[in-house]
Structure formats: structure tokens, C-alpha cells
């Protein structure tokens, strides 16, 4: 049941592949155990990009670790999902140890990947380790003119699958982004100069050219998200969505508190679409930062009176509050999601994308700037959400910057979420006394 380094107690872990198939003994142990233990409240977490089980499980400790203090009776257990997910592993997080990959990738010149980002593509894409390697040299030596550019390009749109799907839409949840689908050489470009705006910000447009080839590795790593992407909504739909409805069954008493950070937003949101009809043990969700389109729960988008969200009115399935967490000092997705969604299926937006600016709220994400067109959205700072009581029910904005505020290029604060504060506002979401 519980890792033993874990800091709560009763805690399990949910696997699931790439498929949302769950593993079944641990599911099981879940269903068999969880009423026996006295649980009250249940909370499960969903990480976002880690590499694997370890990087999820030291996530998961030290963001449970003061939730037995800040609500020492109540009878809480604990879940971690743990779903096939990868980051890249040059990218700084808060308060993780600086590693040896970090200090290589420091040394070398920065498109090229590290040996255990390398490994980790191959692992994530185990039919496409020839394009792996290919496209690892290629960020190599840097080939000369457009045509290694654009060769580069293909590449990353093979090792991905795309062209398979219908482009990018304004919901940013079903379709490709637009960045896999146009003029390679212009999307490397407007990469590398929002890359260099966040590195060195304040420096005037034109004073340098940045070199596209580290564009180019920012167009594998956004690729790689956008298949982290769609995996977390599979595994929130096919996996922990029935996975839950089962467990109503066994412990209808069990009171669910879902959260989800980056891609694991999306995972736990889906889960909703997933959940069984009638089940009402969702008694809240917490997004924390969530790499997701902010207009994935809308009513109607403003720039089509005819669309709604892919997950239009499926907050309503939660019996208390959906909360999503945002801040701007998220540069992942303040600036790489809307270019990363925009930048070649219109390009003019590529042309007008300078220095990291924003491309409007067309393509905006959830950890940047909350939920929207959701009527009786309400809005608040931390502080606010804190003191309370938060709405019991309907979407709730929170603006987190207050806390989630550190990081590095590219990311920026995208995974600065350990904080004692957003654990209370877990356990002010799900009323958890």
C-alpha cells in the first residue's frame, strides 16, 4: 500500500498505461482497503510531466506532508496516480536538487539533448527510436540552411503521429496545434526569439539574432508535451474516471478530492467525462497550474457562438467547487502554450509573436489565467480563497501568484507548487475540516 518514505498515511498509488488501463491489484487493494482504514476524505493527485515513478512520489511527499497538520482530525487518505509521462530533463523545478544532468546541460551547448532526456524520448516512443536519434544529431550539429530546419521538422511530425488529426481548434483540447502543422522554419524562429526574451528579458527586438536551432528544441519539447497532452486526457476518460465510479461503489461514503498539476489538470478533468453516471463522490477539484485550454469547460467561445468547450458543463458533475490555480509568472504557459497552439495555423501570428509577448486570449491556458467563459466564474486571490468560504460549487478562479512565482527559462514557475497554501486550499476546496 504505502510507499514507505511516503509522509501520510493510508496512501496508495493508481497506475495506469498509456492506454488508461489501471493496474488491477493496486486498484483493487484501493477499493478493499480504503473504507477499512476509516477513510473519510479521499484525496488524489495526478502529477504532470515526470519521467517516472520517482519523480512523481517525491512530488506527491512534499505536497502532502503538512496536510495531517493543517487538519489533524479529520480522517483523510491519500492517492498518487502515476501515468506515463516525461519531461525534459534539463528543465529546472523548484526545490528539487540540482542534478548531474542539469550541471551537463549547463556545460554543453543547450539545444543538445542529455543522456537521460535522450532515454526518456526513446522510452516514451519506443516504435521511434530511429527519429529519436535522428532528430538527437541533428540538435547536434546543427545542419546548415532552411532544408535541415524543415528536415527537423518532419521529423518531430513523424515521431509524434502527426497529421493524423484535425488541426489545432479553439478549444485546444481534440486537435493538433497548429505549430505541427506549418512552415517549420518560421515556428523554430518564433520559438528561439520567445526563448531569448525569457533569458534575457528586456532586451530590444533586433539587438541579436536568436539562433533557430534552439527554437528547434523547444519544437521537440512542445511536441512531446502536446503527446503528454492527449495521453492525460486518455488516462483521465478511460482510467481514473471509471476507476472512481468503482470505487463509489465499494466506499459511496469515501468523499474524492481531486487535483492535478500541468497535464495531470487535464487527466483529473477528464476523469469527470469518465465518471460513471450519477456518481456524485467528487466533492471537489483543485488545478494547479493546469497545461490545458482555458476555455475547455466553456459554455459557448467567444470567437464561435456555435463551439463550446470539449468538457462544456462537466464541472457540474463535481458536488462542490472546481478551482483552478494560475499565475503569470507561468511562462510555460504564459508564453509557449498560446505560440505553441497558434503560431502556425495563422501566420500572422507568427509574424506579430515578439519577445515572448502574448498572443491573446484565443489560446490561453488554465494555469495562466484561469477558466473562462464559464458564467458564475468566480475570482479570487489566494489570500481571499483562504480566508474563506470558498463557493460551493461552480468554477472558481484563484489567482496563486502570491506562491507560484520561482523557476527558470523555459518554464518559468510552471512547476513551483509545493506550498502549504495550496494544500490548505485543497482542504478549503473539498471542505475537509
Request: net charge neutral.
Amino acid at each position: 500500500m504505502a510507499d514507505p518514505g511516503m509522509s501520510v498515511t493510508p496512501y496508495w498509488e493508481l497506475t495506469f498505461d498509456a492506454d488508461g488501463d489501471v493496474d488491477g491489484p493496486e486498484r483493487d487493494r484501493l477499493l478493499d482497503q480504503a473504507r477499512g482504514h476509516g477513510v473519510r476524505d479521499l484525496i488524489v493527485f495526478a502529477h504532470g510531466w515526470n519521467n517516472d515513478r520517482s519523480g512523481a512520489t517525491s512530488l506527491y511527499r512534499r505536497f502532502f506532508a503538512p496536510i495531517p497538520g493543517l487538519a489533524p482530525k479529520a480522517r483523510i487518505g491519500y492517492v498518487g496516480v502515476i501515468w506515463p509521462s516525461m519531461r525534459f530533463c534539463d528543465e529546472p523545478i523548484p526545490d528539487f536538487p540540482r542534478s548531474a544532468v542539469a550541471d551537463e546541460a549547463g556545460a554543453a551547448p543547450r539545444p543538445a539533448l542529455d543522456k537521460d532526456t535522450l532515454r526518456a524520448l526513446r522510452e516514451t516512443f519506443p516504435a521511434r527510436t530511429t527519429v529519436v536519434d535522428q532528430l538527437a544529431r541533428m540538435l547536434d550539429v546543427h545542419p546548415a540552411g532552411t532544408e535541415g530546419l524543415a528536415e527537423f521538422g518532419g521529423l518531430v511530425r513523424l515521431l509524434v503521429g502527426a497529421g493524423t488529426r484535425q488541426a489545432g481548434t479553439d478549444t485546444g483540447e481534440e486537435g493538433e496545434p497548429g505549430l505541427l502543422s506549418g512552415d517549420t522554419v518560421a515556428v523554430c524562429e518564433a520559438l528561439a526569439e520567445a526563448l531569448a526574451s525569457l533569458e534575457s528579458p528586456g532586451t530590444p527586438a533586433g539587438f541579436s539574432l536568436p539562433n533557430p536551432w534552439d527554437g528547434a528544441k523547444e519544437l521537440l519539447r512542445q511536441a512531446t508535451y502536446y503527446e503528454m497532452k492527449r495521453r492525460a486526457g486518455t488516462v483521465g476518460s478511460r482510467g481514473l474516471g471509471p476507476a472512481l465510479g468503482r470505487l463509489a461503489t465499494a466506499a459511496p461514503g469515501v468523499r474524492v478530492h481531486l487535483v492535478g498539476h500541468s497535464f495531470g489538470g487535464r487527466l483529473v478533468s477528464y476523469a469527470l467525462d469518465g465518471l460513471p453516471s450519477g456518481v456524485r463522490t467528487v466533492k471537489s477539484v483543485t488545478l494547479l497550474q493546469g497545461a490545458f485550454s482555458h476555455y475547455t469547460f466553456a459554455t459557448r467561445l467567444p470567437q464561435d457562438p456555435h463551439g463550446s468547450g470539449a468538457l462544456k458543463d462537466r464541472q457540474k458533475r463535481v458536488d462542490g467547487p472546481l478551482v483552478c490555480c494560475y499565475s503569470h509568472f507561468d511562462s510555460s504557459l504564459g508564453t509557449f502554450y498560446p505560440l505553441a497552439s497558434a503560431c502556425a495555423g495563422e501566420d500572422r501570428s507568427v509574424a506579430g509573436f515578439s519577445l515572448g509577448h502574448a498572443l491573446g486570449p484565443r489560446w490561453g491556458a488554465m494555469g495562466h489565467d484561469g477558466v473562462q467563459a464559464v458564467p458564475g466564474t468566480a475570482a479570487l486571490d489566494l489570500a481571499g480563497a483562504l480566508r474563506g468560504p470558498l463557493p460551493r460549487s461552480g468554477c472558481v478562479n484563484v489567482d496563486a501568484a502570491a506562491v507560484v512565482r520561482r523557476g527558470g527559462p523555459p518554464s518559468g514557475a510552471h512547476s513551483d507548487i509545493v506550498h502549504p497554501e495550496l494544500a490548505r486550499l485543497v482542504l478549503a476546496a473539498g471542505r475537509v475540516a
